[in-house]
């Protein structure tokens, strides 16, 4: 079992900046996968970046340039950089984990951008 904690959220205007945190309750050394998804009110969730055990990046196209992801091993955290926020990134964060065959979230963490 991983538990994942996300903070950071909140609300900010257009063009700001958050930092998202996802903590894990165990190691992520070993995880192969770990990233952010965000869903808005009616829309389905949809993955925003993702970062392999080796560094290895990926970004949705919406966010790229913009969204940075990144993880602390020694932390047992993964990040989420985000500038030049727009109203259109307004949605729950999730983290998400991918260990062996199980996929793991966290509880969300709400960005609201202001326009």
């Known amino acids: 079992q991983v538990q994942l904690v996300e903070s950071g959220g909140g609300l900010v205007q257009a063009g700001g900046s958050l930092r998202l945190s996802c903590a894990a309750s165990?190691?992520?050394?070993?995880?192969?996968?770990m990233g952010w998804y965000r869903q808005a009110p009616g829309k389905q969730r949809e993955l925003v970046a993702v970062?392999?055990?080796?560094?290895?990046?990926n970004y949705a196209d919406i966010v790229q340039g913009r969204f940075t992801i990144s993880r602390d091993n020694a932390k047992n955290t993964v990040y989420l950089q985000m500038n030049s926020l727009k109203p259109e990134d307004t949605a729950v964060y999730y983290c998400?984990?991918?260990?062996?065959?199980?996929?793991?979230w966290g509880q969300g963490t709400q960005v609201t951008v202001s326009s």
């Open positions: 998400n984990a991918l260990v062996g065959w199980d996929t793991y």
């Open positions: 165990t190691s992520i050394f070993s995880i192969k996968f």
């Open positions: 970062i392999g055990s080796g560094g290895t990046r």
